[in-house]
């Protein structure tokens, strides 16, 4: 069964899902338990009868319990998933200790992956982030090699600036570029987005409800062990005053039949068709929802509404993805 329209990654790339599956929440990130492991597998494999074949992950998600639990998904079924894996983040006990993006740590870092996962070769491998540790140069040049010999089809990038991205595709053609966009957060529409739409370089949008703030059920203040607390947008007045905002997107999901979360799932979508919301889940209840997210269109009011709420700048406070 599919019901997810297809998109071309890159300029001459392969056709993958419009909506894309990030599987992060399968894993434990910041400590503790991580979710059912059958109910995970369960809902990747839903999700490729569907025909979301965009799996996102990254090698130290869970210190690669991730890369495994995929491995263990797509088992005999390896044609029907595009895997697509973030690697350089280094983590220790639960606690982030920086980036290690040296070409030597690179070619380590794929034959880990790539026995974790259980494939030959990794459909799109991206730096999860370029701290300016290493030059683009080597980092670009490592993983170009890597598609060389067989071990990488397609070369991504995540989380960097116009500057960088102009940089690395003219070291070797980058397929797509993942990045945090949503209704809250749309600083990459002023450098970033036209940049990658000039060179024909995909977004893979993660991050679509903003950590919650969009998805209409956050209450002011948050629970004192909420890991939100750190960022300034959840605080205080801020997060009393972007909740006001987003009381006007649950009136419109309520006039439109749907929630929250979809709007602004939907809203991403309708950016461009260069555009793939990447929505990380991980209960299959979760796929029937996010799937008919993808069918909401706006009328041009509802979208000026929209972006007249949410102007650049209009949600007060930082997150992690403002640095």
Known sequence: ?????????GQNGPLVSKLGLGCMRMSSIWGGSAPDEKESITTINE??????????TGDFYGAGHNEMLI?????????????S??????????????????????KNFINYSLTRLGIETIDLYQASRMDGSVPVEDIIGTVADLITEGKVRHLGVSEINADQLRK?????????????????DRQIEQELLPTAKELGINVIAFANTAEGLLSGDLKAPLAENDYRNHFSRFQGNNLVRNL??????????????????????AWVKAQGDDIMPLVSMSRRSRLPENIAAMNIEFTPEEMKILNTTFATGAIQGGTYLQR
């Open 85 to 106: 894996v973030k690697f350089g983040a280094i983590f220790h006990n639960g606690q982030w200790l920086g980036m290690d993006l040296r070409p030597i740590a690179i």
């Open 1 to 9: 069964m599919s019901t997810i329209k297809k998109i071309q990654l």
């Open 47 to 56: 999700a490729l009868d569907h025909g979301i074949n965009f799996l996102n």
């Open 168 to 184: 690395a595709n003219s070291i070797y053609p980058i397929s797509a570029l993942e990045i945090g966009y949503s209704l809250a």
């Open 71 to 83: 491995g263990k998904a797509i088992k005999g079924r390896r044609d029907d998933a595009f895997i």
């Open 244 to 265: 006001e905002k987003v009381e006007i997107l649950k009136q419109l999901a309520k006039n439109k039949g749907c929630s929250p979360t979809q709007l602004a799932i």
